[in-house]
């Protein structure tokens, strides 16, 4: 009962994080083609997000920041919504089952994919960066661990299922 | 499959049905199927005694190795 009230609660914030992350995905987008007409408004994209010296240092260095961006917010909602997929689709009676495993997978690899992202963002935004001494928003990277645990918990699930299925056909 | 489940073969040798003898030995005409059909991954021996027990038999009149 206490695990089942629990996962209502993960679901109730995994829809709020993904919800939360894609308006921070499109608040993004939208400040950036207003700012191609009025590059002030790069000093503020989202939640105070300066991108102004960039903006000013090169335009087509500045969209490739905000595609980054954009891309990480969008990834991480993407993973977001797969965890919800994941929660509606566990039953704690019988937890081991295909989709839930693919879920699994499909989350461990999104996971190493952001980190991958956010390496390239972060790479990107540190070259032009520290060459001009400009100010610097990077991106948390510390995702492949998280991404590897994943993945071997999504190991243990599909012995599981086989052991399952093995079990179910002992007659 | 190495094991050849011939259970069809005493069945018809005992004339007896597949319906009759998984309630004879309480287990559901659904895994009487699985068992004859060769899916089942493993028997439990309390199930084989059962059998032998219901048909008069052995289990090797039940159960034939096959080199493939």
């Known amino acids: 009962m206490k695990t089942e009230k629990l996962l209502k609660v993960m679901k109730f914030f995994s829809w709020f994080a993904f919800i939360g992350l894609m308006i921070k995905a499109g608040g993004i987008l939208v400040t950036y083609l207003l700012s191609i007409e009025n590059p002030g408004i790069s000093k503020n994209l989202y939640d105070g997000m300066n991108l102004f010296e960039y903006r000013n240092y090169s335009f087509t260095q500045y969209s490739f920041i905000i595609s980054y961006k954009i891309l990480l917010f969008a990834a991480e909602a993407y993973i977001a919504f797969l965890v919800i997929k994941l929660l509606r689709k566990l039953n704690i009676k019988h937890p081991f089952n295909m989709e839930v495993q693919k879920l699994m997978q499909q989350i461990s690899k999104g996971v190493f994919y952001l980190w991958i992202l956010a390496i390239v963002h972060n790479t990107h935004m540190q070259l032009i960066g520290t060459k001009h001494n400009f100010k610097m928003d990077l991106f948390s990277s510390d995702f492949v661990f998280l991404s590897v645990i994943l993945f071997i918990f999504a190991q243990i699930v599909k012995r599981g299922i086989e052991i399952q299925s093995e079990n179910d056909l002992t007659i | ?68």
């Open chain 2, 1 to 68: 499959m190495a094991i050849i489940v011939n259970l069809d073969v005493m069945l018809a040798k005992r004339k007896m049905k597949s319906k009759d003898l998984a309630e004879t030995i309480g287990i559901t005409t659904a895994n009487l199927s699985i068992l004859k059909s060769g899916k089942a991954k493993a028997v439990r021996f309390s199930t084989l005694e059962a059998i032998c027990k219901a048909l008069e038999c052995q289990p090797s009149d039940i159960l034939e190795y096959v080199n493939d």
